[in-house]
């Protein structure tokens, strides 16, 4: 099938984008570089370097002869966007395109809008580019589980039914998130289910977990395909965090009480999870709802689980409460159902000490590069 | 107190201003004539003349005695909106500043970017001006019953209790609008409360039905304050339509089957409720939601309403089902509650043959002015 990756430069874009050209798919990846320059501009590089698309495209074909094509734009601009869908003519787009870091979104007034109004119009143009240029295409669209929140009732898979007053009727699940940028996939989901239901697009929604994880079989073709790695406060997620600060010989860093549940999922699996929606796409007309993740875990499980990996090479891992940066409840319910994916046929990958212990290690190597300043939180939102 | 209207020019905006002024308060109103730009490059010009805002306030205080601030300017500029925050120092903020024609918002790619860009950009620039620049201050915000859409369950005001799999919590009440213009305002509502749980601020969200009606004790001093009435298929409402179809000797137009249920309000309630929500503010921390309308019925039964009066003034009204325009059900449950602005002290003035019979001779000492071929629907978006 021919596939359209919006956000194709971003940690999970480009393995994904190679993850669907090594299965004999034709693949096109689209990106502004807005995450490498809000990276710059906040002293949020990736632990490794990483190579522009053209040049990953080159390496990854030199290494598996398989050809990944290279857009550079912003999708934003509704010509822009229109001018790919119709040149692509994809069978299904995969829309990552968006600022992704919760703490930038948080950070002021700018930062704020920013993210507000590059979600929004990408998925706004991707909506329009698909009615008015591919109809039949099958948008597959990167939601968050955080979108949620953490209510006190079990969460479902994107819908429930509500029993009110002797009645029924099946609603979008409701949503709470906790952060400007997780609320703006809040707007994206409410958006997207307006036009499905409108228009009858094709659409599934993947309320994924925090992912980890650094290798794939064709990342690890080759340096120059490694995953952006990133452990800062901005866009470093938790498990990167903690085991830099691991290799680098500092505390891990729990936010507040750490009873935090999260659930998260390896990046192999987050492949599986966009490659088994794809293929067995949604119908036209329906919004389909996945929770993608694999385990749930408390901030302090998980700082357990890096520090039991670090102790066994011999690292020494300390962990320490810092004041939580965020608004977020410490302890709370936590049981969302994750099923759908699993039915339609993933094999998960968990984090298991060997798991970890590979990731260290590989961290290890860029040891020297490791700038600790940039893992404590510089935004807060807590009062 | 000191309050400041946003969208002072609208068919609301400016009833609510005088109201205010009226009654001892400072006011100041904003617009940047968006609404009467789309209505001159769509023919969908208000029946009555309506002098500029500056005009009507020299109008006003020439009949009155009260003074009216008017500022023009784009509220999407965040820093026009600030400026107009900081200089004004209001106790409250009523944001009416909203792109407010459902059919526009579907007749095509661009007037649906407008509809989003315009309705989301001004309410985040007011969350932002309060943040920033007056953080005790109170915003009303008019939201639309449309946003629930048309639910099998009772529709609850703003928030429902789940009980599900043996727990409970409080959501906000799921929504599901059946326009991209009713969509933005779902939108407001998640930004709105994203930005209340996690800053504290005071917001009340006003889930009006459609409003009609041209007489308010302010507006009925002079013919030049008189409220914009629209009877077009763009920002006509469908009262307004059914009046104008009946002086002008042309069949009621209902869409479909008829069988739609919708809450309605007259304009002097909008501006009781609008007073009483200043009036007794929410706390800090509080999204307070009412649901804004006095008596339901369906669009036959409004189509028999003014029939009724028209035939009292001999106009020999006739009614006819015209293919349904817009995608929405023509028959389904509808049970609002709304008994929160009467526990404020709201004093309902219902829909009687008096107040119809009074809106029909107005429009008819303007019927040489009626244009027929901008009542039938212009933009279709049901298939």
């Known amino acids: 099938m021919r596939v359209l990756i919006l956000g194709g430069d971003g940690y999970l874009g480009w393995p994904t984008a190679m993850n669907f050209a090594a299965a004999g798919h034709e693949v096109t990846v689209v990106d502004n570089y807005l995450r490498r320059r809000i990276a710059e501009a906040t002293d949020s590089e990736a632990l490794m370097a990483t190579p522009s698309l053209s040049e990953r495209a080159k390496i990854y074909h030199a ?16 010509e822009f966007m229109f001018d790919v869908v119709r040149d692509t003519t ?3 787009i995969v829309h990552y395109a968006e600022q992704p870091s919760a703490p930038y979104s948080m950070r002021g007034f700018r930062e704020a809008r920013e993210t507000l109004q590059n979600n ?4 706004f143009n991707c909506i329009w580019a698909v009615k008015e240029h591919a109809p039949d295409a099958h948008i597959i669209k990167l939601g968050t589980m955080g979108e949620y ?12 039914e509500i029993e009110h007053k002797g009645r029924k009727d099946t609603f979008l699940y409701p949503r709470a998130a906790g952060s400007l940028y997780h609320t703006t996939k809040v707007l994206d989901t409410d958006l997207l289910w307006f036009y499905v239901r409108t228009y009858g697009l094709r659409v599934t929604d993947l309320m994924q977990g925090p992912v980890y994880g650094i290798s794939t079989d064709e990342a690890d073709l080759d340096p120059g395909l490694c995953p952006n790695f990133h452990y800062d406060d901005i866009f470093g997620t938790v498990v990167n965090r903690f085991l830099v ?12 009480g750490g009873g935090q549940t999260r659930g998260y999922l ?8 966009v490659r088994l929606a794809a293929e067995k796409p949604a119908d036209t007309g329906e919004l389909r709802v996945f929770n993608q993740l694999t385990e749930t875990f408390t901030v302090n499980e998980l700082a357990e689980r890096v520090k039991g990996a670090g102790d066994k090479l011999g690292l020494n891992v300390e962990i320490r409460s810092i004041d939580n940066p965020r608004k977020e409840k410490e302890e709370h319910y936590y ?26 290690e590989r961290v290890r190597v860029q040891s020297h590069h490791i700038d600790t300043d940039r893992i404590m939180p510089r935004v807060r939102w807590n009062g």
């Open 63 to 78: 290494n598996s002869g398989h050809e990944i094509s290279v857009r550079i734009g912003d999708l934003c601009d509704p």
């Open 90 to 92: 994809p069978d299904t």
């Open 120 to 123: 929004l119009d990408v998925t």
């Open 149 to 160: 929140g953490t209510p006190d009732i079990d969460i479902e898979e994107g819908w429930i």
């Open 245 to 256: 600060q691991a290799v680098a010989g500092v505390p891990l860093t729990v936010y507040g």
């Open 266 to 273: 390896n990046l192999r699996d987050t492949l599986q999870c």
């Open 335 to 360: 049981n969302p159902v994750y099923s759908g994916l699993t039915e339609l046929g993933l094999q998960p990958h968990y984090m298991t000490d060997e798991v970890l212990i590979e990731m260290l």
